[in-house]
């Protein structure tokens, strides 16, 4: 009975060492006596106990190495980059990767630190920012041709960061607000240009329309004086008698306007009966020597005009 129990668990012992499971997206490098065999994929596997070995196991996930890179730019300005690889293994080819490299993440950062020195020292740290997507291409290209022979596949390089020095940061953040500041003080520069002119067109507008309304109102004012002219001849009264009569109605006319509003200045004149008489009389005679004038002022000219001829 105890030889049977003994039996029972070397065989499965046995059975565990020939049998064994492999995981998904990962190879078992199988070795016999020391020596490469095959490489086994996902499922169960089987390998002669004592004569073979797993060697090793490679994952065929996709896999992310991130590398720090410090340099200096054109413009000598010191940076950090850090670049995002990522790589798998080749299905086709797990022995290269297993055999022909044996740190596969020293490796790729080596490549990245050669391509980015090689690469940023060209352009300014504006241009770095602009064109890290160049970077990031040229990092790949050079990766994807020197590991493919190991049988690593480059998925993608990224530029996921850069990082000048504090005091560059702080300095371009100044020029940033500067120009801000500068963009802001040229709108409201325009703005207030834009409010000038528009008030003096508005102002200009303004004074068109009133002395057009002057003009208009002058118009009327003279119309309707020839009318009462007009009327005023007609029952007898001559021109010049006529226009002084008119006057002394505006002046009255303009003596109750002002008594109408208790707040208004007023000017007293006289205005008696006799002063309203004296002021008709001297408008009169204003009037009758400055016809004669005129008179005298066109004989003149006329005889002028006939001695030239």
Do not use: C, W
């Not at 565990?16 to 190879?27: D, E, L």
């Not at 065999?37 to 994952?59: C, D, E, H, M, Y």
Request: glycine share 4%.
């Amino acid at each position: 009975m105890v030889f049977q129990i003994l039996y029972f668990v070397l065989g499965l012992l046995l059975l565990f060492t020939f049998v064994f499971i492999v995981k998904q997206q990962t190879a078992v490098i199988i070795e016999t006596f020391g020596r490469f065999t095959s490489v086994r994929n996902a499922g169960i596997q089987f390998k002669i106990p004592l004569i073979q070995r797993k060697a090793g196991i490679i994952s065929l996930k996709i896999q992310q190495l991130d590398v720090i890179v410090e340099t200096k730019t054109k413009d000598d300005v010191f940076v950090k980059l850090k670049i995002s690889v990522q790589y798998v293994v080749l299905k086709t080819k797990v022995y290269e990767a297993f055999y022909k490299l044996e740190h596969p993440s020293d490796q790729i950062t080596s490549y990245v630190f050669d391509v980015v020195r090689a690469e940023v020292p060209k352009m300014k740290l504006d241009d770095v920012f602009v064109k890290k997507d160049d970077i990031a291409i040229a990092v790949k290209s050079e990766l994807q041709e020197s590991m493919i022979e190991y049988g690593y596949d480059i998925i993608k390089t990224l530029v996921t960061d850069i990082d000048p020095d504090e005091q560059v940061k702080h300095a371009m953040n100044r020029i940033n607000a500067s120009e801000r500041e500068k963009i802001a003080a040229q709108f409201e520069g325009d703005a207030a240009r834009i409010l000038i002119v528009e008030k003096a067109r508005a102002e200009a507008e303004s004074k068109r329309l009133q002395g057009q309304g002057i003009a208009d109102q002058r118009r009327e004012i003279a119309r309707g004086l020839e009318e009462s002219v007009e009327v005023l001849n007609k029952v007898g009264i001559n021109s010049q008698e006529a226009s002084a009569l008119i006057v002394v109605t505006q002046h009255y006319d303009t003596l109750q306007s002002v008594g109408e509003h208790t707040s208004s200045n007023l000017i007293l004149l006289p205005n008696s009966p006799s002063s309203a008489n004296d002021m008709l009389t001297n408008m009169v005679a204003s009037f009758t020597a400055s016809n004669q004038i005129g008179e005298a002022m066109k004989n003149n000219d006329t005889t002028k005009k006939k001695s030239q001829s």
